[in-house]
């Protein structure tokens, strides 16, 4: 709110006329609003200018008289600062001419760090993004991901150093960590009362990501090897396994 440009914090000095010019976009206060001269200001009897807000500023904030100046807190180190940029780029899509404008499409990620919650910390464990949700037949889901090649080195994780991958196979319920084959699947296609080409190929590309098998070497039990592609070392970061329509009634 001091960044405003009508805020109490910017009523006079050369910070203003630039604050006016950002008006309330934030995403624009930038180091051009950085004080040259830090050091003179600190303490001092509050007069506008940049930084907005000086290092523990004095004045008469409430109006009392000159006699009852009063000092605020303000550690500019921690003030106004973004400690981590972590602002992200994103495109949305044209919804597609075969999908009409009243059916629901559900955007479905993966969120989290390669870590155990230990060193992922703030962040959180890998897992799906909404972790619960309920469709009908009929609406449509988006998976799409993006992991990443820069984790920590040593974080907990399997697969090549500082890499993340992920994928989607069905199990047959929440107790269960053993993929089903593909015959039983039923989320992305119901291949029970379909087991057609088109079915295998839509579950095997969840599950394989998109990895090129005459590339990949079975044999390959290296954690680093790109040939690994039990890891999923062969896959990119990014997955987008596109529009999924919702067909079958299940849990």
Known sequence: G???????????GPATSLLRDVGDDYFHVDKAMNDPNPGTRRRTVFKGGPPVLPQDPVGDWLDLGEDHRLQLQVNTNQYGRTFEDRTHTFFVRKRPNDVSSSTRIVNYNVRGRR?????????????FVPQDLTVEVGDYLHFQWTGSDANAKGNAGNGRQSTDRSNLVQVS??????PLAWKEH?????AVADPSNEAKALITKFAYINQQTNLCDTAENDQNSVQNCKQLNGATATFDGGLVQMRTVGV
């Open 2 to 12: 001091d960044f405003r440009s009508k805020a109490l914090a910017t009523t006079e």
């Open 115 to 127: 870590g155990n919650i230990v060193q992922v910390y703030p962040s959180v464990e890998y897992d």
């Open 173 to 178: 319920s929440r107790e269960e960590n053993v």
């Open 186 to 190: 039923t989320l992305l296609h119901n």
